[in-house]
């Protein structure tokens, strides 16, 4: 979903009622991920889901393991992954960003639920803060939020 347009219409007619899901975000980077965390709570309750969580774990690493075993808990229909990786002087952000994604991708397969990437990857704060803003702004964890309740909409349509 590129632009707010395209975000506005393939929700359109969304239906969240009745669906669990939940909330898995890390500790790590606590200003931006506390905006996204916002924007998820935001996008469920803007279609009627229920949040589940969340649930906290140390960074952006952790993301993949604490996914998979939320989501393979039989209690909820969709998990959404918040987090944000800003990269620093070192090789430790092409490290933690491909594990991250790459764990949640393999969980979200063999578990069967899905799992959403609400994860900033990006080269400064300042990206950061443009990637969680507020109410009616760009917010990923708004837009994770919208994409679990439409994947678990498929998924429990498909299964």
């Known amino acids: 979903m590129a ?42 309750e803007a279609f009627g889901a229920k949040a589940v969580g969340p649930v906290a774990v140390p960074g952006c690493f952790e993301l993949p393991m604490a996914c998979r075993v939320v989501a393979s808990s039989g209690k909820v229909d969709a998990v959404i ?10 090789t430790h952000y ?11 991708q393999q969980a979200q397969l063999e578990v069967g639920v899905p799992i959403t990437f609400g994860v ?8 950061a ?9 760009h917010n990923v964890g708004e837009e994770a939020a919208v994409a679990a309740i439409e994947m678990a909409r498929l998924v429990n349509d498909w299964a």
Not at 15 to 31: D, F, K, P, Y
Not at 120 to 127: N, R, W, Y
Not at 129 to 137: F, K, T, V
Request: net charge negative; proline share 1%.
């Open 3 to 44: 632009t707010g347009e395209n975000r506005a219409s393939a929700s359109v007619g969304l239906n969240g009622a009745g669906l669990q899901i939940a909330i898995v975000h890390a500790r790590w980077n606590t200003s931006i991920v506390d905006r996204l965390l916002e924007g998820a709570l935001r996008g469920l």
């Open 94 to 104: 092409e490290i933690v960003s491909e594990g991250c994604a790459s764990g949640i």
């Open 120 to 127: 900033l990857t990006v080269e400064s704060t300042e990206q």
């Open 129 to 137: 803060i443009e990637r969680s803003q507020g109410p009616g702004s």
């Open 81 to 90: 992954a918040i987090g944000a990786v800003i990269r620093g002087e070192t």
